[in-house]
Antibody
Framework: QVELLQWGAGRLKPSETLSLTCAVY????????WSWIRQPPGKGLEWIGE???????IYNPSFTSRVIISVDTSKSEISLELTSVTAADTAMYFC??????????WGQGTLVTVSS | QSALTQPASVSGSPGQSITISCTGT?????????VSWHQQYPGKAPKLIIY???NRPSGVSDRFSGSKSGNTASLTISGLQADDEADYFC??????????FGPGTKVTVL
């Protein structure tokens, strides 16, 4: 049974860096792409980017200048860093496993609130 | 890349069928058969119910079905049940190698 467990700071001030980590429990970490997707309160989903253990990483152009997604194969973990956050970055952030150009397994979500 | 277009809400009575549309462009929905649909309850993570336009993951009810015509994909829920009341999001892979979502459709069971 695949399980994605995520954690990270839930409250940030403007200009700080958002940092989240997602651990994967099932042993098939290397076979998939791993995405971060966010959802502002009451709004729709937004794909941030994805990364593969091979190093291939793709970002949504809306975030390219301030996002880093990385994978640690030894720990089966995926990380998200988003710099210079503003109130517009307030959202629930999800990690998700990519397969067949969709996401069949999701983390539980981490609410990140940006406020001064 | 613009978001996909979905109706804000769709409603139906128990037992009826409803269809949710998802309109994109020739650079996303119309280009690839990589449209997926997710169901989301309030406060929960999305759940994949359709991938590759019309494929159901193991364990998903066959009351959910997907299709596509041109730049518009559709999700049909047949035999509507009370626990189908949720938000439904479509997504598509695009020719610029990114994914885009629709704004979501709220399904209400009358």
């Amino acid at each position: 049974q695949v399980e994605l467990l995520q954690w990270g700071a839930g409250r940030l001030k403007p200009s700080e860096t958002l940092s989240l980590t997602c651990a994967v429990y099932d042993g098939s970490f290397k076979n998939y792409y791993w995405s971060w997707i966010r959802q502002p309160p009451g709004k729709g989903l937004e794909w941030i980017g994805e990364s593969h253990h091979s190093g291939r990483t793709i970002y949504n152009p809306s975030f390219t200048s301030r996002v880093i997604i990385s994978v640690d194969t030894s720990k089966s973990e995926i990380s998200l860093e988003l710099t210079s956050v503003t109130a517009a970055d307030t959202a629930m952030y999800f990690c998700a496993r990519g397969n067949d150009f969709s996401w069949g397994h999701w983390g539980q979500g981490t609410l990140v609130t940006v406020s001064s | 890349q613009s978001a996909l277009t979905q109706p804000a809400s769709v409603s139906g009575s128990p037992g009826q069928s409803i269809t949710i549309s998802c309109t994109g462009t020739s650079s996303d929905v119309g280009h690839y058969n990589y449209v997926s649909w997710h169901q989301q309850y309030p406060g929960k993570a999305p759940k994949l119910i359709i991938y590759g336009v019309n494929n159901r993951p193991s364990g998903v009810s066959d009351r959910f079905s997907g299709s596509k015509s041109g730049n518009t994909a559709s999700l049909t829920i047949s035999g509507l049940q009370a626990d189908d009341e949720a938000d439904y999001f479509c997504s598509s892979y695009t020719t610029t190698y990114i994914y885009i979502f629709g704004p979501g459709t709220k399904v209400t069971v009358l």
